[in-house]
């Protein structure tokens, strides 16, 4: 570890990740880097745990954000270092040539991976990268995919690759989360990072990668997306995650069907009779969640964006009663924000632990948090984070 990079860094911009990874940089190898890539992290305004199941999700990015500074070398090197707390850990060099699974561990797996996968794209030659980001860790926002994505863009801009084909790159990030990392991730992350627009969220049809941005503009109809990060542990490399697409997987084989999207909600009762009784809760939350997703996509086309607060309840309810990805602590947010004047909230991400959003009444923004913040401390829980997210643009150059 080195010492903190306060006297390296200046200006209004020194807090932006892009700036502080770039003096980072410049302090570690002595100078500037060739560029600064970054991506965002996102909050998924609904459809959860559809897009492995080739469903609908609706996400927009955070102002949030992760940058990768970043050089090539010429020696074959992966030299990675990442900025916390204004202090730079280094992972061990490691050669791009050498990269398999289970070689590299930690947090420096996943760029590693990515460069994993963009070795059989032709890219060899090495790179020394330097991270800087603040986009929350653990919060189920996001933070390890806006990570991949910068580096993805990094290399491939170190490379003089072009980047016209945005959900190719979302794929190439997928399979480094699932094979290097181990983590049986979908496609609703990377694609949210790399494709969202500001103002905007993203309904993507995960099978045919059909998609189209649709304005979102909480603030003009006197409402906020409020996130409540609770800072309880969350890691979609735990066996809950994988075991639930498993048995989605199991399920669909069972109806034969290529993947649960092809179960229609005028036909989930007669597949709940089909299916193992294990398999009818997750089956029922993924036809009902996509169902939701298109609902939502109706409401914001006609601009009746207050009338989202149901389907964000009835999306909680079935991820904590039929998925169970929920936590004590999600479900209370939820229940405290929807108390102090809500629309509608729900958890996001992956779960068990994590974020949940609730769509707020700008008027009521600070009794919702005031009463989230109190349940936690009733409960002698950590403090969570709160912030309201505004849809912001995707992946990028920087510098």
């Known amino acids: ?10 200006g209004a911009d020194a ?19 060739s560029g600064v890539w970054s991506a965002p992290g996102r ?24 940058a990768v500074a970043a050089s090539a070398r010429d020696d074959g090197l992966l030299r990675v270092a990442t900025l916390h707390d204004g202090v730079l850990e280094e992972a061990d060099p490691v050669a791009v040539a050498d990269l398999e699974p289970g070689v590299v561990g930690g947090w420096a797996a996943y760029p590693a991976g990515v460069a994993w996968v963009l070795r059989e794209q032709g ?25 991949e994505c910068a580096v993805a863009l990094a290399l491939l801009g170190l490379a003089d690759r072009a980047v016209d084909d945005l959900p190719q790159v979302a794929r190439w990030v997928q399979r480094a989360e699932n094979e290097f990392v181990g983590a049986p991730t979908g496609l609703l992350d990377q694609t949210a990072s790399l494709c969202c627009t500001e103002a905007h969220v993203l309904f993507l049809d995960v099978r045919s990668f059909e998609s189209e941005q649709v304005p979102f503009d909480a603030a003009a109809h006197g409402l906020e997306v409020l996130v409540i990060d609770t800072r309880a542990s969350h890691s979609h490399t735990d066996g809950g995650y994988g075991a639930r697409r498993a048995g989605c997987e199991k399920a ?3 109806l034969g069907v290529a993947a649960l999207r092809d179960v229609d909600v005028s036909g989930l009762d007669a597949a709940l009779d089909r299916v193992p009784e294990e398999s009818r809760p997750l089956v029922r939350h993924v036809v009902t969640e996509n169902e939701r997703v298109l609902a939502a996509v109706g409401l914001l086309r006609g601009g009746r964006l207050a009338e989202l607060g149901p389907l964000l309840d009835a999306s909680h309810a079935s991820l904590r009663d039929d998925y169970r990805v929920s936590a004590p602590e999600l479900d209370v947010a939820v ?21 949940a959003i609730a769509l707020v009444p700008v008027q009521r923004h600070d009794e919702v948090v005031r009463q989230v913040l109190a349940a936690f401390a009733e ?15 995707g992946a990028g150059r920087d510098e």
């Open 335 to 355: 229940d405290a924000a929807k108390a102090a004047g809500a629309l509608g909230a729900r958890m996001v991400g992956g779960g068990f632990g994590g974020s």
């Open 43 to 66: 909050v998924n305004l609904i459809g959860e745990h559809t897009d492995y199941n080739d469903g609908f999700v609706l996400p927009f990015a955070l102002p949030h954000r992760t």
């Open 1 to 10: 570890m080195l010492d903190p990079l306060s006297k390296y860094e200046a």
């Open 379 to 393: 409960r002698g829980w950590a403090t969570p984070r709160t912030f309201t997210a505004v849809p912001s643009a």
């Open 252 to 254: 669909a084989s069972v």
């Open 123 to 147: 890219l060899t030659g090495g790179a020394d990268l330097v991270i800087a980001g603040d986009v929350p860790a653990g919060a189920g926002l996001s933070s390890s995919h806006a990570l």
């Open 15 to 33: 807090t932006k990740p892009s700036r502080r990874a770039s003096a980072a940089f410049t302090r570690l190898h002595g100078a500037a880097p």
